[in-house]
Structure formats: structure tokens, C-alpha cells
């Protein structure tokens, strides 16, 4: 059984870093295919993707807040790890992780997010 | 950067057919999936690449995607479908994508 676990602050304030880990169990991103993604949601709002880490290490940003993204793994964890600089009021939301699935296609890869976790709310707030 | 645009909301009386849209530049070009999400639940993703369902999602979710849009169908739709659906595609910078949602009500 596959299952992911955000957490992190509950409350942050404007300027300061957010540090988030996702635990999950069930798979390894060791596994060739295997990626987990952060994605958010602001109350009442869309969902958001924010980034993407492959198996082999392969990093991918959303385009408006990469400046703002560090996406790392601990695979003897089982851990992924983002952080996103510079918080604003703006940023508090809902924070998502979700397994993420890679299967070879026409000499690429497709990838879709199967899984996911609860998810972990997050206040920016002085 | 890549958008998708899906109407806010659509309504569909018990038994009858749901169609869902989401439109984007050449989106049938790319695969997209499509996401559930009920009232303080996570996403549960009900369509992926195009038209494949994952175990357990019922025969009722189909999806199409061809030209600028992708299109899911909740056929005989159910009280308990009623939720917000998501599309989503990768753009060609492989960042995720998702459309703005649509609200589906079963009246």
C-alpha cells in the first residue's frame, strides 16, 4: 500500500523559509519511474503544481516560483523535501505531495500523480 | 506559460451524461489526466493519459483529448460524483499544469 505524509510548520511568518517533508512508504524512489510532486491550494482556489523529483535526480520547477523552490530526496529515508524562500501571505495554502508516476512513451516518459498525501495547511501570518 | 481553461461549473441531473472541458494550445499534442477532489479530501486521480482509468475508478469516467481540448465524461452520473474536477498537463518545460476546476453539481 502506497501512502504519503506531509509535514511541516502550521505558521510561518512573511520572509522566512518554508521546509516541508514528505514521508512516504510503499515505494522507493530508487525505483526506475518512481517521482514524487509538491503541489498546493489556497483556500477555496485551484491546485497549484509546484515541483517534481525523478528517480535519477532530475528537478523540475514551476515556472513562476523556481527562484523560490528547492526540491531534495533522503531515499534511506523514504523522505522528499521542499523549501520555498521568501513566504508571503500569499503563499498560505494547502500543501500537497503525490507520488508520481513515470511510464515510457514514444522514446520520453509521461508522467501522472497517483497517489497522494493529506496534505499539511500552512498560515504565513506575522 | 501554458494554461488550461476549464468552465467553473456544470450541472447534470442523476443518470444523465456530464461532460467536462479543458482547453489548451495544442493540448491534444500532450496527454492529460484529470483529478477529483471532494470537499476536504485530497485529488483522486480518475483519468490519466487521456482516457485510461486507474484500478478501482468506475467505467462511468471516460476521457478524451484531441486538438485544443480534453474532455472528461462522467456518464450515468452518480450523487456521489459530485465534486470538483481538475485537469492537467506538462507543459514543454515537463512543469505540471493544472486547469482552474470545474464544479460539478448533481441536481
Known amino acids: 500500500q502506497v501512502t504519503l505524509r506531509e509535514s511541516g510548520p502550521a505558521l510561518v511568518k512573511p520572509t522566512q523559509t518554508l521546509t516541508l517533508t514528505c514521508t512516504f512508504s510503499?515505494?522507493?524512489?530508487?525505483?526506475?519511474?518512481?517521482?514524487v510532486s509538491w503541489i498546493r491550494q489556497p483556500p477555496g482556489k485551484a491546485l497549484e503544481w509546484l515541483a517534481r523529483?525523478?528517480?535519477?535526480?532530475?528537478?523540475y520547477y514551476s515556472t513562476s516560483l523556481k527562484t523560490r523552490l528547492t526540491v531534495s530526496k533522503d531515499t534511506s529515508k523514504n523522505q522528499v523535501v521542499l523549501t520555498m524562500t521568501n513566504m508571503d501571505p500569499v503563499d498560505a495554502a494547502t500543501y500537497f505531495c503525490?507520488?508520481?508516476?513515470?511510464?515510457?512513451?514514444?522514446?520520453?516518459?509521461?508522467?501522472?500523480?497517483?497517489?497522494w498525501g493529506e496534505g499539511t495547511t500552512v498560515i504565513v501570518s506575522s | 506559460s501554458y494554461e488550461l481553461t476549464q468552465p467553473p461549473s456544470v450541472s447534470v441531473s442523476p443518470g444523465q451524461t456530464a461532460s467536462i472541458t479543458c482547453s489548451g494550445d495544442?493540448?491534444?499534442?500532450?496527454?492529460a489526466c484529470w483529478y477529483q477532489q471532494k470537499p476536504g479530501q485530497s485529488p483522486l486521480l480518475v483519468i490519466y493519459q487521456d482516457t485510461k482509468r486507474p484500478s478501482g475508478i468506475p467505467e462511468r469516467f471516460s476521457g478524451s483529448n484531441s486538438g485544443n481540448t480534453a474532455t472528461l465524461t462522467i456518464s450515468g452520473t452518480q450523487a456521489m460524483d459530485e465534486a470538483d474536477y481538475y485537469c492537467q498537463a506538462w507543459d514543454s518545460s515537463a512543469a505540471g499544469v493544472f486547469g482552474g476546476g470545474t464544479k460539478v453539481t448533481v441536481l
Open positions: 495544442k493540448l491534444g499534442d500532450k496527454y
Open positions: 503525490a507520488r508520481t508516476s513515470a511510464i515510457p512513451v514514444a522514446g520520453d516518459f509521461y508522467y501522472y500523480m497517483d497517489v
Open positions: 523529483i525523478d528517480w535519477d535526480d532530475d528537478k
Open positions: 510503499g515505494f522507493s524512489l530508487n525505483t526506475y519511474g518512481m517521482c
